[in-house]
């Protein structure tokens, strides 16, 4: 198949290779002929390369219009005028079908779904979920109570009324302190008061001595390591989650001299979950009082916790993996569970043991008993059964129930021990572990359920996805849809999506943002909280409302702003909350120019259109780009000083090889150009001005004259291929599998109804969802 | 009540898998290898003072007799030292029950707080570290007498709050350390692997089996994850395996009844379950230092299992003539007298593992309370009875001091454990150094 001819190096993949996506052509094709008289010898009769001649693939997304150009002008390399414009056009369309495009790509090798482990986040949310089924309360059987704040209860001793006398309410025996004869009841936003020698209602209680507790929950977004503080002088006792008395996660009830005192633990949460909250707080003839509860969370700064982040409902207690894993496996630009390893056994192990430990100690509150109740026996086999089923989501057959749970019982000395061992037995089996053990089996209902819970949960069934399969209404795409409705509300579908953003927009690499503090003294922590916080707010306003557009994604013309960010942007607003900016629609563009992406994708000092422009051509206008063959870093000193940036990076990508790449990621990041490194809006680059025009050559062969923000995402916003990219992410982040692998045509099927459907993100998830559910 | 056997907890299992790093690799689950001679030291605490007249004997010297509290301690007389006249000499804030309870083993003054008494100024916590923490940090600074943990804390009964009157041992000032009183907390901390590595055992067959079972059925490309996994699987089986062969703990673990509910009417078999842990982690040399800490002072339990039906706390208030409360002021405190004996007792019972004789020939166990009288709160005459050897006191008397502060006993402890202190707590209470228990 391969001739051997000396030639040169074929020059148009250099530094980058772009592909991009159409529709497909016809199959047969005259084509053919030309090609495999023409361009075999270098490609090889498939397309798949010639060693020591062109060993790439032909395998892109270019359109049959783009490829027939690209042909025409370049090919064969060493004789471009041997083939005719007609002549390329058929090779074009021969080629695209045959073997070149992403459709024909699929046929030829179908993408199958791998088996899969859990991923680690889906192991902690079933985990936790499964636990859950025993407690249920909010959280779980209904969402939880949007009253923001803590319930704050005040107890002390009431003043005398005018004109009466001071009631003695100390007792006569034992500890020398009046009891409290009088209670203040009412919502608190955030926890910080400074009463000085005063009681919190000093027309009311005494001064001298109360007590106060503070009731509710609190909200973690994310998941990660919260840090919690309290600041008091006088007395004070913390419980996160849980809430037994002896298991205060800060104990400061004894106080020491009159300073104020910082406490602070660290706890594990899991994001999307509301966790229980107390905090009590006591004076007792101290000079003065006061109170204020902080946390820190993990891409946060410590702060006191905020009114947005409190319930004043409260929630049962959670069952908590804080183990550690091994990170998942991400070289498919997705966590997903597709590699195991002696840590990941490990961890594994050491979770199932802490959840049989965290079983056994909650016993009896679990299953429903007491320690000496005459069914106790009975009630324990019975939760036994029922967490078994929930793990594996679905009745366990004769033999399962032998396996899982009497031979257990028969073995064990104590029933507790039985219990144990199931719990360690059932998380460590991989029925568990591997969901999608059955997908080659005739499925049913509660395979539906399962795969349901997970693309939009990462979690098990809740109770009532479970009885909807027992029932076998789980059949027709609208009973599926339905119960997806359902679950798209709760709170840990907006934790899958949280995780979704993070990797779309590619948050991890914003956590580590830092500028040089010289040159931006004020962008501190502090303020690079907010701004992440100002885009996650902005994310779930777009994602949550009823439109839901991923349009307004790119194209709104306004920032969520609070007033230290207002002040740094050069909008001055008031107040710790966020509030809506309008901009110079020009100037602002959605998440393409919210300053927390802007800065992430710049320099300490400076601004980088080349790390701005990878960014857009892969994430947002959606053309896959290769590793640049060669790594060239780039030295700000290797320039001269005069240049502005524009310049410094159109001389350093100006050779014929970066080019085939660059000409693609240049202008995109060029028209951000009028964003400094901090994201700030900006018409001068080193005293000259600004020059963010330039031209965009499309994935169909089109030319786009950029001249900011706006002019891309008004591109994006509209364009197939910019949606697929969207959809392509999303896809990823929920089911874990390629898209192809439930059919050739599930992208395309996808964005053809997302561009039906005004672009929206909720009835994207569902129309996902359902292709990971239904039945086949 | 329910009725409780303990013979129904205590179960040997015969684990016989010992310090094995199996899941996050600690070096060793006992610590160092066994120096030529050990001396050990636990402090018991019980609340709410004594019966003095049924406590003390009359007699000093070799010679003397038993009054009924002490009874229980008789089969060792001769390893016995019952130390009358020894004060809580330390004043300040906080009322007699918070300065006998957090000086007790502090010996200085408490720091300014908030927590109201039944009398004095409010206080905080002490401002020391106590003597068994003193002595737990100079062992565990010595390679020879370095252990897993240097000292454990163990209670029965405490209530769950953490205040001046709850709290005997201080890792430093203002640093309380809080004693386990649950016996699967203990099992957890002392034992936890080896617990785990039992459960895991049990179920590791039947994860292979399950394995294979569901692999079976996979297509090959699939199969070969689940390969890989059985794999691991194995491998954690030989890990486990090499861990058994390693070592072996020479007293196996007792099991604890993973039922029993920490209520006021368990006590007793609590107490025992507690005692036989402490002993157990002891001849394991896990620690050289214990506390074993009964409820707390004001502590109101009721000892149903005694025919007492009133908390302690409001019976020791009682005046001495009302005859019925000291009938059973006496019951009570003979109870904790048979506890400390029985502790006496197990120890006698197990040879000592590194040498010679019994472990009481080489512990110190000592017992005391917060109060020296409970309706009169005087913090002199303290209970303070010895039992045990090793530590070069004379035993086997009744000894008679005048109200000399309870600094210098410890010191006198601290030094027979080669630790020299100068002085310990409040300076001005040290005065006249140690009290000479050798002659």
Redesign the interface.
Do not use: C
């Given at each position: 198949m391969a001739a051997k001819s000396p030639k040169t190096p074929f020059p148009w993949p250099a530094l980058w290779m772009l592909m991009t996506c159409a529709f497909a052509a016809p199959a047969q094709h005259p084509g053919a002929a030309i090609y495999q008289k023409l361009c075999a010898e270098c490609h090889g009769d498939r397309g798949q390369g010639v060693e020591d001649e062109y060993d790439e693939a032909l395998v892109g997304e270019k359109t049959i219009e783009a490829l027939a150009r690209q042909i025409d002008r370049t090919m064969p390399e060493d004789a471009p005028q041997k083939s005719t414009p007609k002549d390329s056009k058929l090779i074009a369309e021969y080629i695209y079908d045959a073997f070149y495009s992403p459709m024909a790509q699929a046929r030829l090798n179908p993408a199958?779904k791998e088996?899969a482990?859990l991923t680690i986040d889906q192991f902690r949310n079933s985990v936790m979920d499964v636990i859950g089924r025993f407690r249920m309360g909010p959280g779980f059987d209904r969402p939880v109570n949007a009253e923001q704040g803590l319930k704050a209860t005040y107890r002390g001793v009431e003043l005398p009324k005018p004109g009466e006398k001071a009631v003695d309410t100390t007792p006569k025996k034992?500890?020398?302190?009046k009891r409290p004869n009088k209670t203040i009841e009412k919502v608190e936003p955030v926890i910080s008061f400074h009463w000085g020698p005063d009681s919190p209602d000093k027309a009311v209680l005494e001064a001298e001595q109360f007590q106060n507790r503070f009731e509710g929950s609190v909200v973690a977004n994310e998941t990660g390591v919260y840090e919690f503080a309290v600041k008091s002088e006088?007395?004070f006792r913390l419980w996160i989650n849980d809430t037994?008395?002896?298991d205060a996660l800060i104990?400061g009830?004894?106080?020491?001299?009159?300073q104020v005192r910082e406490e602070k633990k660290s706890l594990y949460l899991v994001g999307g979950r509301a966790y229980r909250l107390q905090l009590e707080h006591?004076?007792?003839?101290?000079k003065s009082a006061s109170i204020e509860l902080w946390w820190k969370t993990p891409h946060g700064v410590k702060e006191l916790i905020p009114a947005h982040a409190l319930r004043t409902e409260r929630t049962r207690e959670l069952m908590i993996v804080s183990t550690e894993f091994p990170a998942d496996d991400s070289s498919g630009g997705y966590p997903r569970g597709?590699t195991?390893?002696?840590a990941w056994?490990?961890a594994v192990?050491?979770a199932a043991?802490a959840t049989?430990?965290h079983v056994?100690?909650n016993l009896d509150e679990l299953a429903q008993t007491k320690?000496?109740a005459p069914d106790r026996g009975e009630k324990l086999r019975k939760f036994a059964n029922t967490f078994v089923e929930a793990v594996f989501c679905r009745p366990l057959s004769e033999d399962m129930k032998q396996?899982f749970i009497e031979?257990h019982f028969k073995?064990?000395?104590?029933p507790?021990?039985a219990v144990?061992?199931i719990v360690?037995?059932t998380l460590?089996?991989?029925?568990f572990l591997?969901p999608n053990?059955r997908e080659?089996?005739a499925t049913d209902d509660f395979d539906a359920a399962s795969r349901l819970a997970l693309t939009l949960w990462d979690s098990i069934p809740d109770k009532k996805l479970a009885q909807t399969a027992a029932a076998g209404k789980l059949k027709t795409r609208e009973q599926i849809q339905a119960e997806a409705r359902r679950m798209l509300a709760d709170s840990r579908t907006k934790a899958k999506l949280h995780g979704f953003f993070h990797q779309w927009l590619d948050l991890e690499r914003a956590e580590g943002t830092n500028k040089d503090p010289k040159i931006f003294p004020d962008f501190t922590p502090e303020l690079l909280a907010d701004l992440r916080e100002s885009l996650l707010q902005f994310i779930d306003e777009v994602v949550w409302s009823e439109k839901s557009d991923y349009r307004e994604l790119l194209q709104a013309d306004y920032l969520l702003l609070n007033e230290r960010l207002g002040k740094f942007y050069g909008h001055p607003v008031t107040g710790e909350e966020f509030q809506r900016v309008g901009f110079d629609p020009k100037q602002r563009a959605g998440v393409v120019t919210h300053p927390y992406l802007l800065a992430s994708l710049a320099y300490t000092k400076q601004s980088s259109p080349v790390h701005r422009g990878v960014f857009l051509t892969r994430n947002i206008v959606g053309m896959s780009l290769k590793p640049p063959m060669k790594a060239v870093v780039f030295e700000d000193s290797h320039f001269n000083p005069q240049l502005t940036m524009r310049e410094k990076i159109t001389e350093m990508t100006r050779s014929g090889g970066c080019m085939a790449c660059h000409s693609m990621i240049n202008p995109l990041g060029f028209s951000l150009e009028n964003f400094d490194a901090v994201g700030r809006w900006r018409t001068k680059d080193n005293n000259k001005p600004v020059n963010p025009v330039g031209e965009l050559t499309t994935a169909e062969g089109k030319t786009v004259r950029l001249t900011g923000p706006r002019d891309i995402v008004n591109y994006v916003a509209n364009n197939p291929s910019g949606h697929r990219a969207f959809i392509r992410h999303l896809f990823h982040h929920l089911i874990k599998q390629e898209p192809s692998a439930y059919g050739i045509a599930t992208l395309e099927n996808l964005q053809r109804d997302f561009a039906a459907n005004n672009c929206n993100i909720q009835k994207l998830i569902l129309d996902i969802a359902i292709v990971a559910t239904e039945l086949k | 009540m329910?009725h409780l056997d303990r013979r129904q907890f205590l179960?040997d299992l015969g684990i016989s898998a010992g310090a094995l790093p199996f899941?996050t690799g600690l070096p060793s689950l006992t610590g160092a290898p066994a120096p030529q001679k050990r001396q050990r030291l636990v402090i018991m605490f019980s609340p709410n003072g004594t019966l003095p007249n049924e406590f003390w004997p009359d007699q000093e010297g070799a010679e003397f007799s038993f009054k009924s509290i002490l009874k229980p301690l008789e089969p060792f007389k001769k390893q016995m030292l019952i130390l009358h006249g020894i004060a809580n000499k330390v004043t300040g804030d906080g009322d007699s029950h918070m300065r006998g309870m957090s000086c007790l083993l502090t010996c200085d003054e408490l720091?300014?707080?908030?927590?109201?008494?039944?009398?004095g100024n409010?206080a905080?916590?002490a401002s020391n570290i106590s003597i068994d923490q003193e002595i737990k940090n100079f062992l565990q600074s010595r390679k020879e007498t370095k252990t897993r943990f240097g000292s454990l804390e163990f209670g029965v009964a405490v209530p769950?709050?953490?205040?001046?009157w709850t709290r005997m041992s201080y890792a430093g000032g203002?640093q309380?350390i809080a004693p386990i009183d649950d016996p699967?907390q203990i099992l957890?901390k002392v034992y936890g692997k080896m617990k785990?590595k039992e459960?895991?055992v049990?179920?590791l067959d039947?994860?292979r089996?399950?394995?294979k079972r569901?692999?079976s059925?996979?297509?090959a490309?699939?199969k070969a994850?689940?390969d890989?996994?059985m794999t691991?699987?194995r491998?954690?089986e030989q890990d486990l395996a090499e861990a058994d062969k390693q070592g072996k703990l020479l007293h196996p673990v007792p099991a604890v009844?993973?039922?029993i509910?920490l209520v006021n009417d368990n006590t007793p078999q609590i107490s025992r379950i507690q005692i036989d842990l402490l002993v157990n982690s002891l001849s394991n040399d896990m620690a050289r230092v214990a506390t074993l800490q009964y409820m707390r002072s004001v502590g109101m339990a009721q000892m149903r299992w005694l025919g007492v039906e009133e908390g302690h706390h409001s019976l020791s208030h009682d005046p001495d003539d009302k005859k019925d409360s000291y009938e059973k002021l006496m019951k009570i405190n003979t109870w904790f007298a048979g506890e400390f004996a029985y502790m006496a007792k197990r120890l006698a019972e197990t040879p000592e593992p590194a040498g010679e004789g019994s472990m009481l020939d080489n512990t110190l166990l000592v017992w005391t309370n917060e109060l020296g009288k409970g309706n009169t709160h005087t913090l002199d005459n303290i209970p303070y009875v010895m039992v045990g050897g090793g530590f070069g006191f004379k035993m086997g008397r009744s000894l008679k001091f005048d109200k000399a502060a309870h600094n210098r006993l410890w010191m006198s402890v601290a030094h027979a454990m080669g630790h020299d202190l100068k002085t310990f707590g409040k300076k001005e209470l040290c005065e006249g150094g140690a009290l000479n228990l050798a002659a």
């Open positions: 199958k088996l482990r034992g500890i020398k302190a006088n007395g037994n008395e002896g104990d009830w004894v106080s020491a001299g009159p006591f004076k007792f003839k101290e597709t195991i390893s002696k056994d490990q192990t050491d043991i049989a430990e056994v100690e320690a000496a396996l031979s073995a064990a000395k104590t507790e021990t144990k061992r360690m037995l460590k089996s991989p029925q591997y053990l080659d089996e | 329910k179960r899941l720091l300014k707080g908030n927590i109201m008494g039944g009398g409010p905080g916590w769950e709050r953490a205040d001046p203002n309380p699967h957890k785990d459960s895991l049990s179920i039947d994860v089996e399950d394995l569901v692999s059925k996979l297509s490309r699939d994850l689940l890989q996994h691991l699987v491998g954690l009844d993973p039922s509910e």
